[in-house]
């Protein structure tokens, strides 16, 4: 199992803990925050993709995306970002199993949060 600095970029959870004032607590729980809102997310970029729904693909990709990249999860948002481009290209084909990597890189994340939350 890879372990948290091999799953997160530790520049970025040092960025976090900058903006808290060297607060790990803070950090906690922006993580947390993260952690509760990204299953949602996902929820609906599993969706957009079962109904083939682009323009939502890339909305959805986009912000995971996003999020990942301020977290240090840099694999995760790589996967997000080829999902992104799929959908702004508006042909979806392979993103089912895009979409199974983007869930394995985002469990990966989650877990390597968590230890870094202390959760």
């Known amino acids: 199992?890879?372990?948290?600095?091999?799953?997160?970029?530790?520049?970025?959870?040092?960025?976090?803990?900058?903006?808290?004032?060297?607060?790990?607590?803070?950090?906690?729980?922006?993580?947390?925050?993260?952690?509760?809102?990204?299953?949602?997310?996902?929820t609906h970029l599993r969706h957009a993709v079962h109904e083939n729904a682009p323009g939502d693909v890339r909305l959805y990709a986009h912000s995971l995306k996003g999020n990942a990249l301020d977290f240090g999860a840099t694999h995760f948002a790589d996967l997000c970002a080829q999902m992104e481009t799929l959908g702004k290209s508006g042909e979806l084909s392979g993103s089912a199993s895009l979409m199974a990597q983007i869930d394995t890189a985002y469990d990966e994340a989650e877990s390597a949060l968590r230890v870094v939350a202390g959760v």
């Open 1 to 42: 199992m890879k372990s948290a600095s091999d799953i997160l970029d530790q520049a970025a959870i040092d960025n976090l803990r900058e903006m808290g004032g060297g607060d790990m607590a803070f950090v906690a729980d922006l993580i947390m925050t993260f952690l509760e809102d990204a299953p949602g997310l996902l």
